[in-house]
């Protein structure tokens, strides 16, 4: 992530994606009815005062506070361990890298068009991206959600501690 953070061009980012998938090194899905991780039980005491519907079909999982929570609570939902977190944000990178004009809020292509949701410039979201341990913003959830071809719930925003 260091050297995509230092020059985070498309064609490094492609480069990058086309070895992890010579290489095969994405990690395997490891989908089961066992729920991993651990239940939040402050997310849920929230959820039954403000969304007792959703405690009826979901189970608030807590992550590791430390600023890739939100890479985590994805790796945690998709390969049962919060240990893939830097593959899902590289991803996440390659996506908004690849795709700016989705990304850059001023364009007319953006996916946030919502002025009521204050979002970073691109180079600055993808400068974060590029980080271990910084800030997400929703765009960001955008790019994940894209780059893994998936539907995203929230419920909880990560605070580090």
Known sequence: MTRL?????????????????????????????????????VSKSILRIFGPHVLERYSPRATVGDGNCCFRAVSLALYNT???????????????????????????????????????RVAEAVSSVTVQGSYVDMIHMFAISSALDMTIHTAKECVRS
């Open 5 to 41: 953070h230092a020059s985070p061009t498309a064609k490094i980012a492609k480069a990058i994606v086309s070895l992890l998938t010579l290489y095969k090194a994405a990690p395997p899905l490891m989908w089961s009815d066992a729920i991993p991780g651990t239940e939040d039980s």
């Open 82 to 120: 919060e240990d893939h977190h830097v593959y899902v944000r590289l991803l996440a990178a390659y996506e908004m890298i690849q795709h700016p004009e989705f990304y850059d809020v001023s364009a007319p292509t953006s996916l946030l068009k919502d002025d009521r949701i204050a979002s970073p």
